[in-house]
Structures are given as C-alpha cells and as structure tokens.
C-alpha cells in the first residue's frame, strides 16, 4: 500500500471516529462514570465488536449484510432495542460520582461486554466499512494484506480517539460531585443513548 494512500485513510479514519455515535457516547459515559482506568475494557470492547465487523467485511460477509434487508433490519432493530434499553439504565441510575468511584457497581468484564455489544448491533459501520475499504484497497496487489493494514489502522485509530473522549470526561468528573448533578448527567446521557437508537432506526441499507 502506497504511503499516501494509507495516510489519506488515516484522515478518513479519524473523521470516522469523531463523528459522535452510540460509542462516542458510551465513552464519555464511562469516563464520567468511572475513571479512565476502568474504562479501558470498556474501549476494548467498543474495539473487539469493530474488529469483528472488519473481518465479517474482510469475508465477504459485510458486503452481503449491506445488501440484505432482512439481514440488516435483524441487527440494526436489535441496535435499536439495546441502545434505548442502554438509555433507560442510564436514566433510572441516580448514583452520584463519589458512590460510582468509591464503589463501582460494575465489573470491568460487564463494562467491556455492553461495549462490545454496542458495535455489535450497529450495522452502519458494516455498510459504512464496505463502502471504503475499496476505495484505498488495490486490486493488482495483496488484498488481505492491505485489508489487514486499513482494519488495523481504523482499531488504532479508534482506540485513541475513544480513549480521548473518555480521559476528557473522567477530567471532567472530578469536578462533579453532587447527586442531582450527576442524576442530570445521566439522564442526558441516557436520552442521546435514546437519540442514538432513534438515528440508527433510520438507517437504510
């Protein structure tokens, strides 16, 4: 892969990652929630479901779900389902940050596993994989390896960006310390999480 190809994906790819969504939200999220630190299985998990998606693209796969509307409708209404039940948890959560910290009620596992969840059951980064990966992928050359590099460089890329968003708000939290600040917090969260399966429900294949 020509170095100018690669590092015009690099820009495509980080324009990707900053365009707010279901994982830009789960990282500020955690981060307000739960400190840089134990956040990080939150971004593994946001990567591990991306990473799956690169394969399932990589296989052929993606370009049949982008093209199937029963196969897209199936995982983007059960994206759909678990972003606004997402929502509601972080509605009815009234804990404040101090009580999270000191006490988290969450498991850094069950942390990584609702991540992964989250890209998962997002179909538009299928769709959205299939349509650019061709465009820097060159057909006389390894297409596996190019694969390998565009996928690696978009799970980089992305696990920065996450981390970004989540030590921004872990900063953020420390200046947070009353309850019905925090319950505010996150019920605006818990309505973009809301908003998000709203905007995914509109996705067309």
């Given amino acids: 892969m020509e170095l100018h190809v690669w590092l015009a994906y690099v820009v495509t790819a980080i324009v990707f990652s900053l365009a707010p969504g279901s994982g830009t939200v789960n990282s500020i999220s955690n981060g307000l929630s739960y400190g840089t630190q134990k956040s990080l299985a939150a971004i ?11 394969i399932l693209v990589g296989a052929g796969i ?64 299928i769709v959205f994989l299939v349509a650019l990966f061709p465009q820097f992928i060159d057909p006389t050359k390894d297409q596996v390896v190019q694969l390998a590099i565009l996928g690696a460089t978009t799970v980089v890329i992305d696990s920065i960006v996450m981390l970004g968003y989540t030590s ?22 818990g309505s973009m999480f809301v908003g998000c399966g709203a905007l995914l429900a509109t996705a067309k294949s």
């Fill in 62 to 125: 993606g370009a049949l779900v982008a093209k199937s509307a029963m196969a897209f409708s199936v995982i983007k209404w059960a994206g759909v389902a678990y972003l606004v039940w997402l929502g509601i948890q972080k509605w009815r959560d009234n804990s404040n940050l101090q009580a999270t910290q000191g006490e988290c009620d969450r498991t850094s596992w069950q942390l990584m596993r609702s991540a992964v969840l989250i890209n998962l059951t997002n179909p538009k980064s």
């Fill in 44 to 54: 593994a998990g946001l990567q591990v479901g991306l990473a799956f998606h690169i």
């Fill in 168 to 189: 921004l708000a872990s900063q953020m939290g420390r200046f947070i310390r009353s309850e019905r600040v925090m319950g505010k917090i996150n019920r605006i969260f």
